[in-house]
C-alpha cells in the first residue's frame, strides 16, 4: 500500500513537472496565448504586429504595441511572467488554470479596454475603483521592473513621481546603485530614492498599457488616469497638491 502510494504521488510530482515545463515553454510564443486568450487579448496581439510595420512611433495604437515596435521578438508574456521567481511562476501557472476554466467555461470578458478608472474620493486615501482589488499588480509591476529600473532609480524632485513609489525601493534592492541626472553630484540626493512612499500606486495607474487613445508620446492620459494618481500619493503622504484634476 505505502509502494503503491509512494509511486503515485512520484507519478503526480512528475506530471507536474512537465505540465510546468511544457507551459512555460509553450508560453513563449504568442500564438500559444491567443489561442485561448481570444478577445481582447486577440485585438491587442493584432495591434502589436501591426506595429512592426509602423516607422513613427506617434502612429502606435498602445504601450503594448509600442513594447513590440522598440523590440520585434518581444512577446506577451515578457510582461505577464513577473520577474520568474518561484512564487510568481506559481501565481502565473495558477492564473493560467484559471484563464483555462474561464475559457471554457465561456464566460471570458470580451470587452476590448478594461480601463475603468477608480473613482477618487477626495476625503479618503484610497482608491474606490474595481481596478483597485481586481487585478494581480505584483506580477506585472514586476514585469516593468525587469526593464525599467533605471527610471525607477533616477533620483531628484523632477522624477519624485517615479522615484517615491515602492517599485523604487525593490529596483534599488535589485540593482544597489542609484540613477542620477546630468550634472547631478553623485552621492548627493539619495534621500530622494531612498524614502520611497507607502502608497498603494504602481506602474500600472499611470501607464495603461491596452488603451488607446492616450495625449502624449509616454501613452499617459494626463487628466483621467495620471492626475489621480498623484492626487492619490498626495493623499496618502499627507504632502502635496490635491487639486490637480480638472
Known sequence: ?????????????????????????????????????????????????????????????????????????????????????????????????????????????????????????????????????????????AGCLKCHQDTLTLVGFENHFHNKLPAARLAYAQTGQLNYPEGWAQGVGSSDLLQAEDTVLTCLDCHRVHVQGFESEFFLDQNAVTLPACVQCHLETGRGPRNLIP
Not at 39 to 51: D, F, K, T
Not at 57 to 85: M, N, T, V
Not at 96 to 102: C, G, L, Q, S, W
Request: aromatic share 8%; hydrophobic share 40%.
Open 1 to 141: 500500500m505505502k509502494r503503491t502510494l509512494a509511486i503515485l504521488l512520484f507519478s503526480g510530482l512528475m506530471l507536474a513537472v512537465i505540465t510546468t515545463a511544457g507551459i512555460s515553454k509553450l508560453e513563449e510564443h504568442d500564438s500559444f496565448c491567443t489561442s485561448c486568450h481570444t478577445l481582447p487579448e486577440a485585438a491587442y496581439h493584432e495591434r502589436a504586429i501591426a506595429a512592426l510595420a509602423v516607422s513613427d512611433p506617434f502612429e502606435l495604437a498602445d504601450l503594448a504595441s509600442y513594447h513590440y515596435w522598440q523590440a520585434s521578438d518581444f512577446r506577451c508574456i515578457d510582461c505577464h511572467r513577473g520577474d520568474d521567481s518561484p512564487g510568481h511562476r506559481a501565481t502565473v501557472l495558477g492564473l493560467a488554470a484559471r484563464d483555462t476554466v474561464t475559457w471554457l467555461t465561456g464566460r471570458a470578458n470580451p470587452t476590448i479596454e478594461k480601463g475603468s478608472i477608480p473613482n477618487l474620493n477626495p476625503n479618503q486615501a484610497a482608491w474606490q475603483g474595481p481596478d483597485r482589488y481586481n487585478r494581480e499588480p505584483d506580477i506585472l509591476n
